[in-house]
Nanobody, 127 residues
């Protein structure tokens, strides 16, 4: 069993930055694919970014490419999402997710393939 706890959300003006953190506990973190998803009110949960076990494969949604950066620090069992140049449309609850399997890129972008989820952290970007 893996427990994921997100932090770092908050209220920021458009153009600002936030860094989200997701700390895992319970199993060998370094062997997990880690993903970030978000869900805005009235919308489905959508893919934001994902990173493979070794950090060699990194994926981003087109909407965040060039603005968001995912990274992981296995020694701290933590994955980060650095969010720059934030826009009002980035407003959502952001969720961290993890899975033990070697996911394909398509699978890593799909909520159905992740076994473990955090409780979410709210990000609000004002215009």
């Amino acid at each position: 069993q893996v427990q994921l706890v997100e932090s770092g959300g908050g209220l920021v003006q458009a153009g600002g930055s936030l860094r989200l953190s997701c700390t895992a506990s319970g199993r060998t973190f370094s062997r997990y694919v880690m993903g970030w998803f978000r869900q805005a009110p009235g919308k489905e949960r959508e893919f934001v970014s994902a990173m493979g076990w070794t950090g060699g494969r990194i994926l981003y949604a087109d909407s965040v490419k060039g603005r968001f950066t995912i990274s992981r620090e296995n020694a701290k069992d933590t994955v980060y999402l650095q969010m720059n140049s934030l826009k009002p449309e980035d407003t959502a609850v952001y969720y961290c997710a993890a899975d033990r399997r070697l996911l394909t890129s398509g699978q890593a972008m799909n909520t159905l393939w992740y076994e473990y989820w955090g409780q979410g952290t709210q990000v609000t970007v004002s215009s």
